[in-house]
T-cell receptor, first 112, second 112 residues
């Protein structure tokens, strides 16, 4: 119940295409869902986050879609660029705790 | 603005040797502090978190320990390293409950 399942493990997208990464969770007590971007040899950086009271959040080319009933959320990267090539992690946390549960990561490669 | 410092960036240690990794946060008070480990190609595993000086919660039984001697200082230690302790260690901080977590640049530990 504490897991966050992330797919796909790796993804190759052409420049200008849409990258979609999916995450699913079981624990309905989770109420904060961030996405992190990590470049090789660096720490993860917060990209965008959503709470379950909204179904979508957009920041520039990055959009989180949230489906509370299905207990799923996804990251969409529009107009993907080679500079977006990185590993992306979804995560979940619940009110009343300080812990973040991370997915296993998706390695994205955007071809020029 | 808040910054997080983690050092060293890389470390090669022999099996059986001690370990001390240090993390400090600047520009904020009473942060929540975290140690994560990331194995090659894997997700982030929460090792320890702390909500205050001297308060340490351990998530995974292991060969490591953590201490928080000062409000903005978090130390990861081991008395005797194992080969399985190799990995990428990340320190992170957050404020309050269910807010963004910010990561340091990580320490690449190789136990030989």
């Amino acid at each position: 119940q504490q897991q966050v399942k992330q797919s796909p493990q790796s993804l190759i997208v052409q420049k200008g295409g849409i990258s979609i990464i999916n995450c699913a969770y079981e624990n309905t007590a989770f109420d904060y869902f961030p996405w992190y971007q990590q470049f090789p040899g660096k720490g993860p950086a917060l990209l965008i986050a959503i709470r379950p009271d909204v179904s979508e959040k957009k920041e520039g080319r990055f959009t989180i879609s949230f489906n509370k009933s299905a207990k799923q959320f996804s990251l969409h990267i529009m107009d993907s660029q080679p500079g977006d090539s990185a590993t992306y992690f979804c995560a979940a946390s619940m009110g009343g705790t300080y812990k973040y549960i991370f997915g296993t990561g998706t390695r994205l490669k955007v071809l020029a | 603005s808040q910054t997080i410092h983690q050092w060293p960036a890389t470390l090669v240690q022999p099996v059986g040797s001690p370990l001390s990794l240090e993390c400090t946060v600047e520009g904020t008070s009473n942060p929540n502090l975290y140690w994560y480990r990331q194995a090659a190609g894997r997700g982030l595993q929460l090792l320890f978190y702390s909500v205050g000086i001297g308060q340490i919660s351990s998530e995974v039984p292991q060969n490591l320990s953590a201490s928080r001697p000062q409000d903005r200082q978090f130390i990861l230690s081991s008395k005797k390293l194992l080969l399985s302790d190799s990995g990428f260690y990340l320190c992170a901080w957050s404020l309050g409950r269910v807010t963004e977590a910010f990561f340091g640049q990580g320490t690449r530990l190789t136990v030989v």
